[in-house]
């Protein structure tokens, strides 16, 4: 079987991101990216369906972006995938476009089983794995947490608000994975080593349209410092009033 | 994910291939996630994460230059110093578990073991399926352990082994330990293993550094070796040198990794540390330290990389490792210290690594030959006239 994973390259979460020129778009300088946390759950997933199924399936990963992205892909290779896909593209898409370009490679790849982070820690739409199983046709289970894949039908526990949903679903599928799915293996050094051999296919992504478009960036407002009202219980009268009409939280 | 940056102000890292950054990610990623979290409970305690030694194995850590049909990396020199790097940003005794089982027990194996010690033993402490320790100091024989005392004879099938030697890292949790002992005055390596019937090694206690390290006394009373334990291409006191060689190369790139979690703990603290209405970093006493560490990191790791670069090329000599060895553990026991005044009172607690990389940098400084004998060593090159012997 050929096993898909998406895999998007990102700012590292402890980076500080600034607003570029434009006023909608990240100012690149300075940024230090990585693979995308939720898409290490994804590859290592895959890969672990791999060593289950048996040698002859493949794991590919399927990534765009600009050259840069090349690392995240390297790292996935390093971790034991098969080989990647770079789809390049220097300009910005939506989750649309991004969609629609990844899910003709997945086509063509000829995947059945697809695998995405359950969302990109960049943008935050949360969609990608929806809509390419929308584009594909293919069943979609989101947020999972734990996954067993018998032949062609698969049994994924997903998280939902305040418990968990067992669900099972026939292949072709799309499975987007949360934290706790797995822990991902790190790269080893002769894994490192390995990737240096595998290939990174290189194309243009397919044109496609971006249905939304982003105006403008802000960033969130600073936090304010802190106020000491005193330091004993006379100050209690003062700090439920200040609670109450001016944080308005009681 | 938070992910440590490192310090790299000169852009040391473009002079790195692809496969060396990824190598050092992978090995930043690892410290972070499996060797912070648990460093400061290990250290309190006086206990060796050994936990971490399978982990460690799986990722390739250990004897990383060695041949793939050992089962290791074969990788070069470069990487092998930033793995060191790299692990020592975590703590020194993590490192030193590592320095030792490559650079000091597989690596005299490696080189001076017959093809049986090599097959067998190789990859099993690659694997870590096996630690090994390595046993030179002894007692009374420090910065000069050719006048040891631990000596072999020759018996029927094998070598009785008496004397004793003592510092000796991962001594207690070794399966094999690689001892020095004079065989009719020549100085010879053995294969000691841990089942052998005269041979103790107890854990010393009482040490205010490296205290998530083993660090142990080898007794030997008459203890018998067989003779396929000797290590048959070693003929005296120098092959045991070649060994601290390859272990002070490790050490010269380990402490720049204390050098970094030293400076980039001091410089985000002087940046929010409020005193006199203003972050500390605002005064120029502050600046003026913070600029001097961050010159002698940058010095530090030119240093190594071009060290690294020449024993790739085979051409490092002895006195250019002294040399990084001894400037960088020196620069990195000042960093510590000069970061724990930064930080105040709360340098000396254990919500900062500061005051446990100063502490393990004073062993730093004195194991694989004191800072005294690596300037006697190059004192020695440069002049052509030897002060120690
Ligand atoms: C935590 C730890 C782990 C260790 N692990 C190992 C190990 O795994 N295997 C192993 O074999 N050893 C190990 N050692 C031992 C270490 O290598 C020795 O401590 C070191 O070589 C110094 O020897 P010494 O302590 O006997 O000091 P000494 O040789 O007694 O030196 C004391 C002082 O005198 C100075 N001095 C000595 N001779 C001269 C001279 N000619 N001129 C000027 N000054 C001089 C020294 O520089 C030093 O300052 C370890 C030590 C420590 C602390």
Known sequence: MKIAVCVSHVPDTATKVKIGEDGKSIDPNGVTYVINPYDEYAVE???????????????????????????SIRKALAMGADKGVLLKEDNQRDSFGIAKALAEEIK????????????????????????????????????????????????????????????????????????????????????????????????PAVDSINLTEVLRMHLPPSKQTGRILGTDKSAVPELVKLLREEAKVL | MNMFEGADYFDVESLLSEEEVLIRNSVREFVSKEIIPVIETHYRNGTFPIELVP????????????PEKYSCANLNYVSYGLINQELE???????SFVSVQSSLVMYPIFVFGSDEQKNKWLPLLGKGEKIGCFGLTEPDYGSNPGGMLTKAEKVDGGFHLNGAKMWITNGTIADVAVVWAKLGGAVRGFLVEKEFKGFSAPEMKGKHSLRASVTSELIFDNVFIPEENLL?????????????????????????????TCYDTALSYAKTRIQ???????????????????????????????????????????????LAKRN????????????????GANGITDEYPVMRHAANLESVKTYEGTHEMHTLIIGENITGISAFE
């Open chain 1, 45 to 71: 997933e895959a890969l672990k369906t791999k060593e289950k199924i048996g040698d002859d399936s493949e794991v590919i990963i399927i990534t765009l972006g600009s050259d840069i992205s090349k690392e």
């Open chain 2, 55 to 66: 982990k460690m194995a799986e990722l390739g850590l250990l004897g990383i230059t060695f």
């Open chain 2, 328 to 343: 960088n553990c020196e620069k990195a026991l000042e960093m510590a210290h000069i970061s724990r005044e930064i930080l």
């Open chain 2, 276 to 322: 006199f209405s203003k972050p500390i970093a605002a005064y120029q006493l502050t600046q003026d330290k913070l600029v001097y560490m961050i010159s002698e990191i940058t010095k530090a790791q030119l240093l190594n990389l071009q060290l690294g670069r020449l024993k790739d090329k085979g051409n490092a000599k002895h006195y250019q490792v002294s």
């Open chain 1, 108 to 203: 063509s790849q000829g995947c059945e089983l697809v695998f995405c982070g359950k969302q990109s820690v960049d943008y935050d739409n949360s969609i990608i794995g929806q809509l390419i199983a929308e584009l594909l046709g293919y069943s979609c289970v989101t947020v999972v947490v734990e996954l067993t894949i018998d032949v062609n039908k698969l049994t994924a526990e997903r998280e939902i608000e305040g418990g968990k949903e067992i669900v099972e679903s026939e292949l072709p599928a799309v499975i987007t994975t949360q934290k706790g799915l797995n822990e991902p293996r790190y790269a080893s050094l002769k894994g490192i080593m390995t990737a240096k051999k595998k290939t990174i296919e290189e194309k």
């Open chain 2, 232 to 260: 048959p291409k070693t003929e005296g006191l120098k092959n045991a040198l070649m060994c601290l060689n390859q272990a002070r190369y490790s050490i010269a790139w380990g402490v720049v990794g204390s050098m970094m």
């Open chain 2, 89 to 95: 940003r975590g703590d020194s005794g993590i490192r």
